[in-house]
């Protein structure tokens, strides 16, 4: 195979490239973005274990500053004893959601230069998305920047938070309200490390591989539409089995890639480039909802995975009120949405329900007084439209209501 060039000093265009057949078995492609930075991921089962010549592959051969999750230094530990040997040590960090400060990647820096890495050497990554998002920041803080490595370990991060170079922790005000722009040279998503997992946690990813399949249903998914593949392999999946989780990381890490390739900066490079065809504000389906459920029940109640289920049903069922949506779609989406076990309670309290009302009316995503939602205009028909504070609240509703596997009616 062939060696890319490490960091293009110029523009070029933006895609996703697959890359061939390898003798290792794994699957990739890389990700040119138009800035001129490249991104390879590569997925499959054993992944993790090739991480040193994958780096190599990219062009990674200087000093490595390894940080790691502390947590899988017990529940992966053979393979963290592998790897820290080959990369020079383990730098584990106890990172966890409601410690994600910059006082944590401060800490991250102080390691990295304690370990005596230079401008030539780089990052390894190894963690859920806190994790990564931690270390990714002190990576693009650290020297002004060193290129740095995603190995995320977690379904939810392998899938999302790994690649397309949003890093960040987060302020008392806020949920990543401090953070970079700094694109990963390499991602290894690598499903045997989910067995480690707990259901929840699966179910958790699961949902956002369940939102990619809903925008992009038709997509090759090793062979299978992916919709299909998602609604004939969840339960699998969900149990941790690494063979079926491969074509689904697959196929939904991809479709975040076309996204991001021509949309680094989520519509933020300047009025003079055209709108991409598929924007990445398009990956937020489902979220608008589910932000505003974890913002009120303070983060603790829902997984990230578990809010966007519920997002993604109040986001099907206003499209369907639309008259976006079909019954027929809308009764298929809902069935398999319903398919991510919550594992929470969804009631809200008065207060509770208030808040996620002002949490929606303050999405970033609101414009001109109106709040936007990704909807779909039939499935894999994303649309982001501007919608009033009545169906804000008829979504958040819908969002929360138990309804017969199968049925897709709502009723307020
Ligand atoms: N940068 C992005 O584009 C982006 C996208 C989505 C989410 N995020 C961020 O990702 C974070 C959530 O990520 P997450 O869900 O991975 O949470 P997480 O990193 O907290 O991981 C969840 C739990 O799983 C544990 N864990 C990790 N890998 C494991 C394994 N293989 N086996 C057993 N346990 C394991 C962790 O220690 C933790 O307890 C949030 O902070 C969110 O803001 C970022
Ligand atoms: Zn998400």
């Known amino acids: 195979m062939s060696t890319p060039d490490a960091a293009p000093a110029s ?27 490249r991104t390879r991921c590569v997925t499959g089962a054993g992944a993790l274990g090739h991480l040193p010549a994958l780096a190599a592959e990219v062009g990674l051969t200087g000093t490595s500053g390894f940080l790691c999750d502390a947590r899988l230094v017990f529940v992966q530990r053979a393979l963290v004893e592998s790897l820290g040997k080959q990369l020079g040590g383990t730098l584990a960090r106890p990172v966890r959601e409601d410690r994600k400060s910059l006082a944590e990647v401060e800490a991250m820096a102080e390691v990295l230069s304690a370990r005596g890495l230079s401008r030539d050497g780089f990052v390894v990554a190894l963690g859920g998305g806190v994790l990564t998002d931690l270390a990714g920041l002190a990576a693009a803080l650290y020297q002004r920047g060193v290129p740095w490595i995603a190995a995320p370990t977690t379904l939810l991060s392998q899938v999302d938070a790994g690649l397309g170079g949003k890093t960040g922790a987060n302020l008392r005000a806020g949920k990543n309200l401090v953070g970079a722009f700094h694109q990963p040279r390499l991602v290894v998503c690598d499903p045997a490390v989910l067995a480690t997992l707990s259901l929840r946690e699966r179910f958790s990813g699961l949902a956002e591989i369940v939102k990619c399949a809903l925008l992009d249903p038709a997509r090759d998914a090793d ?47 300047g009025s003079a480039t055209p709108r991409p065809a598929r ?12 932000h505003a459920l974890e913002s009120a029940t303070g983060y603790t109640r829902f997984t990230h995975g578990e809010a966007v289920a519920l997002g993604l049903r109040g986001a099907l069922l206003l499209s369907q009120k ?16 319903s398919r991510i076990a919550i594992d929470a309670p969804r009631g ?22 109106a709040v936007r939602f990704v909807l779909l205009a039939g ?12 169906e804000a609240a008829y979504a958040l509703d819908a969002a929360l209501t138990l309804s017969p596997r199968n049925g897709s009616t709502f009723t307020p």
């Open 11 to 37: 523009a070029s265009v933006a895609g996703v490239q697959t890359l061939p057949a390898r003798r290792d078995g794994l699957a990739g492609f890389d990700v040119q973005f138009a800035s001129g930075v």
């Open 223 to 269: 062979g299978e539409p992916f919709l299909d593949r998602c609604e004939r392999t969840l339960d699998r999946a969900a149990s941790g089995d690494a063979a079926t989780l491969a074509p689904l990381i697959a196929a939904a890490l991809r479709l975040k890639a076309e996204i991001v390739a021509t949309d680094e900066r989520e519509g933020e490079s």
């Open 279 to 290: 924007l990445r504000a398009f990956l937020n389906l489902g979220h608008t909802v589910g």
């Open 322 to 337: 639309r008259g976006l949506l079909d019954a027929d779609e809308t009764a298929r989406a809902v069935a398999l949405v």
């Open 348 to 369: 809200l309290t008065g207060e509770e329900r208030a808040a996620a009302l002002g949490a929606l009316a303050r999405d970033k995503k609101v414009r001109d007084g």
């Open 379 to 390: 499935l894999g028909a994303p649309q982001l439209q501007a919608v009033s504070a009545d």
